[in-house]
């Protein structure tokens, strides 16, 4: 089993930036990681993952947003920039071994953020 805790999360302005961190109970280099986000009456959505040591980041954050896992570590970064009310939502870390078929095996409890305009 994999234990993930996210922290980080808050209340900024749009324009404002925050720093998600995710702390695993093992280590992870292996797994495949990421965020993901819910908004309310919205599907979950991948934001950020890295597979196979490539980060893949969403269109929808491009450009604001960079995933980071340092090597040999337990903790999973998301830095967030430029941030707008529609990227208010819970924000979930997770972990899946290899092959990493959906849906991935081990989640986090979440953490808000919220942008007000």
């Known amino acids: 089993q994999v234990q993930l805790v996210e922290s980080g999360g808050g209340s900024v302005e749009a324009g404002g930036s925050l720093r998600l961190s995710c702390a695993a109970s093992?280590?992870?280099?292996?797994?495949?990681v990421g965020w993901f986000r819910q908004a309310p009456g919205k599907e979950r959505e991948a934001v950020a993952t890295?597979?196979?040591?490539?980060?893949n980041v969403a269109d929808s954050v491009k450009g604001r947003f960079t995933i980071s896992k340092p090597y040999a570590q337990k903790t999973l970064y998301l830095n967030m920039s430029s941030l707008a009310p529609e990227d208010s939502a819970i924000y979930y870390c997770?972990?899946?071994?290899?092959?990493?078929?959906?849906?991935?095996?081990?989640w986090g409890q979440g953490t808000q953020v919220t942008v007000s305009s």
């Open positions: 997770a972990a899946a071994r290899l092959p990493c078929r959906e849906p991935w095996s081990y």
């Open positions: 093992t280590y992870i280099d292996s797994f495949c």
């Open positions: 890295i597979r196979s040591g490539v980060p």
